[in-house]
């Protein structure tokens, strides 16, 4: 049963899951590009593993994703499980399945720049695009005499203010990787120079052993986690938290369908591509 990696672009985690297949003796394994898709598509492979480009319209990226499953290829992730991944539906999911079971901060999401100021009163708050990863377009809103032009900017840019509380935390937040239903790894990211954890942005890879972690949240963050992964039916996923500074209540921030792992493997040796390869080789088992 043939395999095709569909990516934007050839990057570390492509690369590192190419490697992993090939070792698994997948020799027939192909890598398309989104710049070499058209439609109609005239080729449909058994097993597809996909990354998205923020660069692409997600319409274009979502629908081809949906002709390839509605011509029988198993893909991964599923259309149905991205399309819970971005700020909005993620929000919206966890208010209807998982509120009960972990908190999100406080969010808020408008156009009306009269409702986005009366929550920036109440709260210090964060401004994130929808759709952005790696940090991008993340910013922390100041309740001073621009915010009237400082909404205004962000409303005209990306349609829509998404804020959220920003939550006081030790200086930290914590990812945790889940494939197959499985718990693969769970690692901290730390930042000196910026409030966002994000590697791409500076951040740093830390194990869980070397920052301060209530051992009964690490464990009910294991278990969001699978609970996230099962109810969105994600096959993988990276999934953000972060702790209060008083290190007692657990956030849930967002998760990733297209997640990076290259900290992950490079700082703390685990092999992340090795667990995606047998996950992909495994569905051509099936």
């Known amino acids: 049963m043939s395999i095709r990696l569909l990516i934007p672009y050839q990057s570390y985690e492509a690369t590192r899951v190419q490697q992993e297949l090939l070792e698994l003796g997948k020799e027939e394994l192909k890598i398309l590009m989104w710049d070499s898709i058209y439609h109609p598509i005239i080729e449909f492979p058994d097993v ?3 990354r998205f480009s923020p660069r692409i319209p997600i319409i274009y990226q979502l629908s081809t994703v949906e002709e390839f499953e509605n011509q ?10 991205i399309e819970t991944c971005d700020k909005i539906s993620s929000y919206l999911f966890w208010r209807r399945h998982f509120q009960d079971e972990v908190l999100m901060p406080q969010t808020l999401i408008t156009r009306n720049i009269d409702l986005a100021k009366d929550f920036i009163q109440e709260h210090d708050c964060i401004f994130k695009p929808i759709s952005l990863g790696l940090g991008q377009g993340i910013q922390r809103i100041s309740n001073d005499s621009q915010l009237d032009m400082t909404l205004q900017t962000l409303v005209e840019e990306y349609g829509l203010l998404f804020l959220q509380e920003f939550i006081a935390n030790p200086g930290y937040d914590v990812r945790a990787i889940v494939i197959d239903g499985e718990n693969i790894i769970e690692y901290a990211r730390t930042n000196v ?4 954890y994000n590697i791409q942005l500076g951040g740093e890879v830390k194990e869980i052993n070397e920052i301060k972690m209530d051992p009964t949240i690490l464990t009910k963050l294991r278990e969001i986690a699978i609970i996230i992964a099962r109810k969105t039916k994600l096959d993988m996923v990276g999934i953000d938290f972060i702790i209060s500074d008083d290190l007692y209540t657990l956030y849930l921030l967002e998760w990733n369908a297209f997640f ?3 900290g992950a493997e490079t700082t703390l040796g685990v092999n992340v591509a090795r667990e995606i390869a047998a996950f992909l080789n495994k569905l051509t088992q099936r």
């Open 193 to 196: 120079n910026d409030f966002r």
């Open 72 to 81: 029988g290829t198993r893909v991964v992730n599923s259309k149905s499980a």
């Open 48 to 50: 597809l593993w996909v």
């Open 260 to 262: 990076n792992f290259q």
